[in-house]
């Protein structure tokens, strides 16, 4: 004998599927799978080298300073724009971030030769305008910040945004380029040429390497070249 369908249960004795009372229909919430799917982790497109040639060709001050800066320190865009002068070590080819909310946030950084040119071309239209006219000796820090702004509330630059959409507009870049992509560039390659994800976490000034590996964009193509070398081996 046919065991009668319960009210739970659908026309096919399923209680999963959609049942039906009094001419109206109700589906039932679907079971929570065993194995959660991960999702990947957001990243940014980088700017790679070939990039940095076309936006630094493209770029006006202090747009193509900041760029560099980011790009060979792997600071955030806006604690480039508070970097000030007095944190800046000459001697030592150094820099000091002196804030932040975390402890990791508080780092030494080294200067690139090619940040030291940088740093060095925007203190001197900073020196000249200090001491132009008055007969007074230049002096050698003329502002807090290494990127001063007289409109901000602050005293520092705050945004390069719009510069950065006309350079890329120029160099034929697409928008999904973003500046942050300085920042992804610099930990990938740093990455790469280290492999010492600690150091790079610390520089990066990150409290969970979780977080570092996120910036890691890693080259596929020794993974190609081994499964090609295995298939020209053998016969599939």
């Known amino acids: 004998m046919r065991k009668p369908q319960s009210s739970r249960e659908g026309p096919c004795g399923n209680p999963h599927q959609a049942t039906y009372r009094r001419g109206e229909m109700s589906v039932p919430k679907t079971q929570k799978p065993l194995i959660e799917l991960q999702k ?18 493209s770029a006006q001050q202090p747009l193509k300073n900041v760029l560099i800066i980011i790009r060979d320190m792997g600071l955030r865009p806006d604690e480039v724009f508070r970097m000030s002068w007095e944190d800046v070590h000459w001697d030592n080819r150094l820099y000091f971030k002196p804030y932040g909310k975390s402890r990791k946030a ?22 000249t305008a200090k ?15 290494v990127f001063p702004s007289k409109k901000a509330e602050s005293g520092h630059l705050t945004t390069v945004a719009k510069q950065f959409r006309n350079a890329r507009r120029l160099a034929g870049l697409p928008e999904s380029l973003k500046l942050y992509g300085a920042r992804h560039a610099f930990g990938t ?11 790079v976490a610390d520089a990066m000034g990150h409290e969970d390497l979780k977080t570092t590996r996120i910036y890691q964009h890693p080259e596929l193509g020794a993974i190609w070249d081994a499964i090609d070398q295995r298939n020209s081996r053998r016969i599939i």
């Open 106 to 127: 508080l780092r030494w950084l080294p200067l690139s030769k090619r940040v030291i040119e940088a740093l060095k071309e925007t203190l001197q239209p900073q020196s």
């Open 131 to 145: 001491g132009a006219g008055r007969g007074k000796t230049t002096s050698p820090v003329p502002s807090e910040w």
């Open 189 to 199: 390659y740093a990455v790469e040429a280290t492999g010492n994800v600690f150091a």
């Open 40 to 57: 990947e982790p957001r990243r940014e497109c980088i700017i790679a080298d070939a990039a940095v040639a076309l936006l630094l060709e």
